[in-house]
Each structure stands twice: as C-alpha cells, then as structure tokens.
Nanobody, 124 residues
Framework: QVQVVESGGGLVQAGGSLRLSCTAS????????MGWFRQAPGKEREGISCISWSGSDTYYADSVKGRFTISRDNVKNTLYLQMNSLKPEDTAMYYC?????????????????WGQGTQVTVSS
C-alpha cells in the first residue's frame, strides 16, 4: 500500500522560512518524479515545484521561483521543499505527489499518489 505523508507546515511570519518534508512508502521512490502542489481556500490547486526522479531537473512556478528550493533524497525516500522569504499569499494547504513524468515546461505530470497535505500559514 502506497503512503505519502507530508510534514513541516505551520504558522510563520512574513519573511520567515519553513521546510516541508514528504516521505513515501510502498513504491519505488526513484521511479517517480515528485512534486509539491498547493491550494488556498477558494482557489484552484497550483503545481509549484517538481523534481525529476534523479533530482537533476527541477521546475518552479513563477510564484515561488527564487524563494523555494525542492530537493530529494532517494535513499531516505524523502522529498523536501525549503521555503524562504514567505509571503502571506503563500498561505495554503501544501501537498506532495508522486508523478509518472517530469516535463521541463510545467513540471510534474501524471500524478498518481497524493499525501493528505500540511497547512502553511504566513501572517503579515
């Protein structure tokens, strides 16, 4: 049974930092591209970052480029998202997903397994 579990969310002031983690079990982690998505209340889900299976290629949405860094540890089956210079508009539920494909334009495609999400709230 595949399990994807996010952690590391919380409440932070604007300008602060958080590091999200995502562990996956029940699948061969390095067979999948991995991505971070977020959804704010009343808004559509947004794919904000994706990393290829090897970690050699990364994608960032314009909204987070230069502030967020995605990385993965294929030995620990763990995905990370370092979030710096956080803004109130970054407030959302953040989800991790395992994806069947990585594309240079747009990031993760064919998402297959999702976590339950971790809440990030940035106060002004």
């Amino acid at each position: 049974q595949v399990q994807v579990v996010e952690s590391g969310g919380g409440l932070v002031q604007a300008g602060g930092s958080l590091r999200l983690s995502c562990t996956a079990s029940g699948l061969r982690f390095d067979d999948y591209a991995m991505g971070w998505f977020r959804q704010a209340p009343g808004k559509e889900r947004e794919g904000i970052s994706c990393i290829s299976w090897s970690g050699s290629d990364t994608y960032y949405a314009d909204s987070v480029k230069g502030r967020f860094t995605i990385s993965r540890d294929n030995v620990k089956n763990t995905l990370y998202l370092q979030m710096n210079s956080l803004k109130p508009e970054d407030t959302a539920m953040y989800y991790c997903a395992a994806a069947g494909a990585y594309v240079s334009v747009g990031g993760c495609r064919l998402t297959r397994y999702w976590g339950q999400g971790t809440q990030v709230t940035v106060s002004s």
